[in-house]
């Protein structure tokens, strides 16, 4: 194998009669490269907004959701939490939730609907931002809540201030049926990194906002976190055969299924589309080697008549455009994560934090998507050299020296 090497390096490094060919090879080594660093640079992009937006989401929304099938809340909701933690052993932790739809009223006559989360405290402590507030405590103490770092920065509320909450449920007074107006304190402000939570979510112990929204001992959901979220659909389905007529289950895919299933298809159309920048890349390893091989038809006359086989002068050609392709290859997997690691060093992509949830576009390199490249362009590299090197195997002995 020694002399077919030492013959495909002399025949890439230049030509007979100048160096047409060798710069037909670095065009395609280029080509190569631009297609591999593109594909690497075009999936970590994807999988880096994918992953931060799910985290981002996820940080503000369980895993699995669990609440009465008639919408009319749970009632019995501590035998049925108790029963799912028990049997299944990849739920991390549950607790029930109350949520509605309530009025926050300022001492600046400022007014901001909101929703209203009721939790117990003691049991989630698996959503992250409640974990690190910017500012105060958890609201453990009667009438106190937590707000959003949008929502205190639009109605001007610091940890400490004081603000009246009108629910929808009504009461009886007096003067007539009125809404139930409530003076709450603010304990503190939490910062989920997600826009839309951040400015209309006020959080509240689970006591408290039973009675605001006169649920006694029912609550609307049970909030599950799952040590691995992506046996979300396993875990519920499971759920779903345990208490068939009682409960509805919904996961984190469901919620979120619309924008999941375009950012995938975006993934999988990048790759493709990106791809053809490969093929492209490939047809000008072809398009060398057919002009090396009509270029060299003497010299492979040559090596035939002193005993060379088809065999050697197919491996000879099929070794130089390998060359090409792991050339190519590997220049690209270099610039691609070259240009990963400076992208993340300067946040080189900014959006606006108010639409992406986040200020700047991280790039995340997944190990099975950088395989998935290299084993693409190092099958598109050697796939184009089968047609050359099987064109130069077959050149005739005879034909090719005849003249010399």
């Known amino acids: 194998m020694k002399f077919e090497f030492f013959i495909a390096k002399r025949y890439l490094k230049r030509g007979r009669k100048g160096s047409f060919i060798s710069i037909i090879s670095l065009v395609s080594i280029l080509g190569i490269s631009i297609g591999v660093a593109a594909l690497i640079i075009a999936l970590a992009l994807i999988n880096g907004f994918q992953s931060d937006i799910r985290s981002k989401i996820l940080s503000s929304t369980a895993h699995i959701m669990v609440s009465d099938i008639i919408g009319d809340g749970i009632e019995s909701y501590i035998g049925i939490m108790n029963k799912i933690k028990i049997k299944d052993r990849r739920i991390k932790s549950a607790g029930p939730v109350v949520f509605g739809t309530i009025l926050v009223k300022s001492s600046m006559k400022n007014t901001s609907g909101a929703i209203l989360r ?3 405290l003691k049991l989630i402590k698996d ?11 958890l609201p453990f103490g009667r009438n106190e809540m937590l707000i959003g770092k ?10 400490g201030d004081s603000c009246l909450v009108i629910s929808p449920q009504m009461i009886l007074s007096p003067s007539g049926i009125i809404p139930k107006i409530k003076k709450f ?3 503190g402000v939490f910062d989920s990194g997600v ?8 959080i509240t112990n689970l006591a408290v906002a039973q009675k605001l929204f006169n649920m006694k001992s029912k609550i609307s959901y049970i909030q599950i976190y799952l040590h691995d979220m992506f046996k979300a659909e396993e875990v519920a389905e499971d759920i779903r055969n345990s208490f068939p007529s009682q409960v509805s289950v919904i996961t984190w895919k469901d919620l979120n299924a619309s924008l999941y299933s375009a950012l995938d298809l975006e993934k999988r159309v990048l790759f493709f589309t990106l791809t053809l920048i490969l093929i492209v890349a490939a047809l000008n390893i072809i398009a060398g080697l057919i002009l090396l091989v009509m270029q060299k038809i003497k010299d492979i006359g040559i090596l035939l008549s002193c005993g060379a086989t088809p065999k050697i002068i197919k491996r000879i050609f099929f070794i130089q455009g390998g060359v090409v392709g792991i050339l ?3 220049f690209g997997v270099t610039i691609g994560l070259i240009f990963i690691f400076f992208a993340n060093e300067f946040e080189l992509i900014k959006v606006p934090k108010e639409i ?5 576009v991280p790039f995340r ?3 099975f998507d950088l395989f998935a490249v290299v084993f693409t362009s190092l099958l598109i590299s050697f796939t184009a050299t089968l047609i050359p090197s099987k064109k130069a195997s077959k050149i005739n002995v005879v034909d090719a020296i005849k003249d010399e």
């Open 118 to 120: 009721g939790i117990d």
């Open 127 to 137: 959503e992250v931002w409640l974990k690190n507030l910017k500012e105060g405590k």
């Open 150 to 159: 949008e929502f205190s920065r639009k109605m001007g509320f610091f940890s």
């Open 185 to 187: 304190k603010i304990s």
């Open 195 to 202: 826009y839309e939570v951040d400015s209309s979510t006020i």
């Open 328 to 330: 190519g290859t590997s």
């Open 356 to 360: 992406y949830q986040m200020s700047y």
């Open 365 to 367: 390199l997944n190990i």
